[in-house]
């Protein structure tokens, strides 16, 4: 059985867990390494990172990704990072991680992109050059992997107009309302949820397997069976410190 959660109480969750008991850097090298842990990778690996912290997921990711000895190169859609991002980049380039901005074209040849540019905060219209590159990777033939939610998705609702179209959804600390709805399925095609050590602020919905569920749920309030593109084991990386 997994929880699932608001958007705003993802973000009430993650601030007390930072304020008592986890720093910000090592919730965000343990979210790039739940990622790690969830993809065969191989061939030519590209991260698409905005410039808030699902970028800075992005940027662990290729330290992460360097320091086993695994290649990647960043492209970047925006000068600005986040805090904890701009420590991350630097970590990466300092081992020798190239980052680039983002140019038409540039995700071809690609084998696995990975989606690091729009946030579970996302709401309205992707602007122009997000919009182009949300374009370029789901036309480029690789294997998507898009983190903590699609870039474009609402959060909430599962809603999207122009998002990325993923093969594998990792979504960090808790499932997100959004994830498990039907509009949501049509861009996700695997859901999986990392477990970080995210402290839960409150409880909301309960989504069980099919093993789980029984009778005493169906008119329970609150309880769901889990959608068909949702993997329920949970990928673990809550045990790991920043290195």
């Known amino acids: ?43 030519s690996i590209t991260i698409a990172v905005g410039s808030g912290n699902n970028g800075g997921d992005g940027y662990a990711l290729a330290y992460i990704l360097k ?10 859609l925006s000068g600005k990072q986040s805090g904890d991002g701009a420590y991350f980049a630097e970590k990466a380039t300092s081992i020798g991680v190239r980052i680039e901005p983002f140019t038409s074209g540039c995700f071809t040849g690609s084998d696995i992109i990975v989606d690091c540019l729009l946030g579970t905060g996302f709401k309205g219209t992707v602007r122009q050059n997000y919009a182009e590159a ?57 859901l999986v949820c990392a477990d970080i050590g995210i402290v839960l602020g409150r409880e909301e919905n309960k989504i069980c397997s099919e093993s789980e569920w029984n009778d005493d749920f169906t ?22 410190e920043l290195e």
Not at 24 to 31: E, G, W
Not at 153 to 170: E, I, K, P, Y
């Open 219 to 240: 008119n329970r309030e609150n309880y769901y069976l889990a959608p068909a593109h949702l993997d329920m084991a949970t990928i673990h990386s809550a045990s790991f």
């Open 1 to 43: 059985m997994l929880d699932c959660i608001s958007v705003s109480n993802m973000r009430q969750s993650d601030a007390l867990t930072i304020e008592k008991f986890v720093p910000s850097r090592t919730l965000m090298y343990r979210a790039a390494m739940g990622v790690y842990l969830s993809v065969v990778w191989h061939g």
């Open 134 to 190: 949300i374009r370029e990777i789901n036309e480029s033939g690789a294997f998507v992997v898009s983190v903590d939610i699609n870039s474009g998705m609402d959060g909430d609702t599962g809603l999207a107009v122009t998002a990325v179209q993923s093969d594998l959804t990792v979504t960090v600390g808790y499932l997100k309302n959004g994830l498990i709805t039907p509009d949501a399925a049509k861009w996700i095609g695997r």
């Open 67 to 76: 320091r086993n000895d695994i290649d990647s190169r960043i492209v970047t």
